[in-house]
């Protein structure tokens, strides 16, 4: 996958930006406010569960009673079975239902809600003489056939007298996350988590915390998941993990090891992980997971190189971004192609093309703000793109150019404008979308709006924030929060006149339809 940077100079001949009238009557410091003229359009899908599995069932929930399913049926038919005999029905068909060839179809359906109305005859019985173990198989009965609510009472009987179990704890945080009661999941976030615990306990216990907010603690949970299925983990758990661990900002080293214990081909994993991470917004991890994968052959270093770029320019590191592109241009240059000629040809193109739209952007920034961290990189990818691209004439002329007004340039004149800020905000518009699909997790009707103003200074860095609506706990506002405590590492290019640049950006945030 090639990471796509938006907005990255168009304009075929640079030109410097001219300083407002106000802001150049006179000497000294000069504020200039800066905004992005067409709102930016946020979309992002809602963050689910990938595997729908359910708790194991506990062994001692029935007794081994050597009866086929038929006598089954004719013992607990009598009017005075027995729990033990209930039970040993309900689990008879429970598991016939998951050995038929669809396990979710009507006929499984329907052999659980054979179950359920076994389980349901002890309500003739007094509650409190219930064995746990029949409650807890009602409860699953319950929950199996959909009915999350009188499930999670029946356990709740069991939390009272002191006997939730490790199943009973981890069928309790599944009703929770599948009947969507996240109010009610605050007592089990505290409990221990059993010696020889059901991997679906904590899988489920950490969706319920991203619920919450809780980034941290669901990353927690996912661990510990991680490392009870190992390799018996399900498809797609690596994903999620990769997810939980990059909202939680943790470093990509420990992710690695985790990932490591979980099947698959370990590069694929550490691209997912490198993915999560640019996701949102954290390109510096990113930048070091994708350095854990070594080196490559033909396309794929190529490919690796340009993603590098992209990051270290998501970064606001110039030289870093030409460099790391330079370098792909000569591995692609230097690869035989042999292996697919046609992916080889497509892929020259796109970096001689990102090449030539990072050159001129680069000069649009060094003629605009005169910071010379953008000079350099220019100026290389020019004399790069003039020895690869039939010495065309346009190129050749960049070049001068830039070199001229280095030269002939006024000094301290160099400005912020929009045109030179408005790339950089729009190549970081995934630590947005990251901060607004962590609360969509939560608040799945979210949308509308968002309007934040970043405090720039002169050499670049960004020295506050402020948002409409103001930075909060819940809605737009814990949005605006998250991506203003993101954004504050943000690195702009510098000015050379000094004073503050007060940038203004409008996000439109939307849910992406299903």
Known sequence: MVLVLVGCGTAARPSPVPASEESSARPGPRDLAVEVAKPIAVVASRPRPGFEGWPKLSATLAEPSGKTLVQLRRRAARKRASEAELRALAVALLNRANEQSDPNGGAAGELREQARQTMDRLKERPKAGVDPRSLELWAYCLARVGRYDEALKKLAVLRERGALSGFALA???????????????????????????????????????????????????????????????????????????????????????????LPGDRAEKLHVLATAYRKVGEYRFALETLAMLGDAAGVRRAVRFRRRSDLHYQLGEPASAAEQLLVAMDRIASSSCSDDPQRCSQVRSKLNERAIDMARFFHTVYVTTQDPAYFGPARDLYAALVRTSGRRQDLQQALRDLEHYKLAAKPH??????????????????????????????????????????????????????SEPPKGQSGLARVADCVMAQGRGWRYPARVVPGETRLTVRYELAQRPE
């Open 171 to 261: 069928l309790s945080t599944t009703c929770m996350l599948r009947g969507k009661r996240f109010e009610d999941a605050g007592p089990l976030f505290s409990v221990p988590l059993p010696a020889d615990v059901d991997p679906y306990l904590p899988y489920s216990r950490a969706w319920l915390r991203f619920q919450a907010a809780d980034l941290r603690g669901s990353y927690v949970d996912m661990a510990a998941a991680a490392k009870h299925w190992a390799e018996q983990a399900p498809a797609a758990f690596d994903s999620e993990l990769a997810m939980m661990a990059a909202h939680a900002r943790v470093p990509a080293a420990e992710v690695s090891r985790l990932l490591a214990q």
């Open 413 to 466: 004149t160099g400005l912020h404008a929009a045109e030179i800020l408005a790339p950089f905000v729009h190549a970081r518009v995934d630590t947005v979308a990251g901060c607004y699909r962590a609360a969509l997790v939560s608040e799945s009707e979210l949308s509308g709006v968002m309007r934040i103003t970043w405090s720039i200074d002169a050499s670049g860095a960004v020295t506050g924030a402020a």
